[in-house]
Nanobody, 126 residues
Framework: QVQLVESGGGLVQAGGSLTLSCAAS????????MGWFRQAPGKEREFVAT????????AIADSVKGRFTISRDNAKDRVYLQMNNLKIEDTAVYYC???????????????????WGQGTQVTVSS
């Protein structure tokens, strides 16, 4: 079973940047698409970005397009989320997740991803 551990969250002022990292272990990381999701208090978990197992394909939510970038390093079993020009509404717990099957890409549904990391808090202040 793969294990995912996020890091890199924190407190940042609006307009600032953060890079989240997700370390994977336990199975062949390079065969699985990966995703980032977020959940704000009182809201449902929402899709942020996903990247295919070979890093050639990505999909980004409209709410963060042009500000966030997803990438991965299969040699290091890591996936990253570079977040620029952060807004107060980006405040949430950010989760990384692995697609629930090898060589699958294209879904933005949380139900198509398992397992999940424990999450990392991102707080954007004014």
């Amino acid at each position: 079973q793969v294990q995912l551990v996020e890091s890199g969250g924190g407190l940042v002022q609006a307009g600032g940047s953060l890079t989240l990292s997700c370390a994977a272990s336990g199975r062949t990381f390079s065969n699985y698409a990966m995703g980032w999701f977020r959940q704000a208090p009182g809201k449902e978990r929402e899709f942020v970005a996903t990247i295919s197992w070979n890093p050639g394909n990505t999909a980004i939510a409209d709410s963060v397009k042009g500000r966030f970038t997803i990438s991965r390093d299969n040699a290091k079993d890591r996936v990253y989320l570079q977040m620029n020009n952060l807004k107060i509404e980006d405040t949430a717990v950010y989760y990384c997740a692995a697609r629930n099957g090898p060589l699958r890409f294209g879904s933005a549904r949380p139900a198509d991803f398992a397992p999940w990391g424990q999450g990392t808090q991102v707080t954007v202040s004014s």
